[in-house]
């Protein structure tokens, strides 16, 4: 419920317990008319005659009726599977070997997303896979993992040059060390 239908609610509350009281007619305030606005005395329009008063026209305004009733609820169940599939947007996946001193991206021009990189150490030394770039603050960076381990490092890119280097010990300088650019 938004704040003006809230004032409106409330204002018609108070001119109920305003009229309400006995010898208190004159006391009709703005937010009395308010309410009365709100709420038309006005009678609801009498149900119009339902159309299957003949024996013809009966069972076909029926499957109408039927039919309507079914496409607005398959809406409905469409609705409700929109709004429940939006937050299941998941990462893309890509695999990365990381060894002595390389990373083996698959490819090296990706499209705008998250990604989570699936990072195997296929070497002898531990190794790690930090990442900076447009929109990460500072850098992002997996865990060390030893010879043999696997571990995920999950980032959002954004169109730009991304630096991906190996943190641990002199890999940087040893040759883990590349960029990827995200179109
Ligand atoms: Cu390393």
Redesign the pocket.
């Known amino acids: 419920m938004d704040a003006n239908r809230r004032r409106t609610l409330a204002a018609a509350a108070a001119a109920t317990v305003l009229l309400g009281l006995p010898g208190c007619g004159h006391a009709v305030t703005p937010s009395g008319a308010t309410a009365s606005q709100a709420q038309p005395r006005t009678p609801a329009p009498a149900p119009a005659p339902a159309q299957a008063t003949t024996p013809q026209a009966g069972p076909r305004a029926q499957t109408r009726a039927q039919a309507r009733a079914q496409a607005q609820e398959q809406a409905r169940t469409r609705v409700r599977a929109q709004v429940t599939a939006a937050p299941e947007v998941r990462p893309t996946r890509v695999g990365v070997t990381?060894d002595e001193?390389s990373f083996s991206l698959p490819w090296h021009d990706l499209t705008a997303g998250t990604y989570t990189f699936l990072l195997s150490n296929a070497g002898t030394?531990?190794?790690?896979m930090a990442v900076d770039g447009p929109g990460i603050p500072g850098v992002r960076q997996s865990e060390t993992i030893m010879p043999g381990q696997r571990t995920s490092l999950t980032v959002t890119l954004r169109p730009g040059r991304y630096e991906v280097w190996?943190p641990?010990d002199d890999?940087r300088d040893l040759g883990?060390d590349t960029a990827v650019i995200v179109r």
Request: include cysteine; proline fraction near 10%; aromatic fraction near 10%.
């Open positions: 990381m001193y030394a531990p190794h790690a190996c641990v890999h883990m």
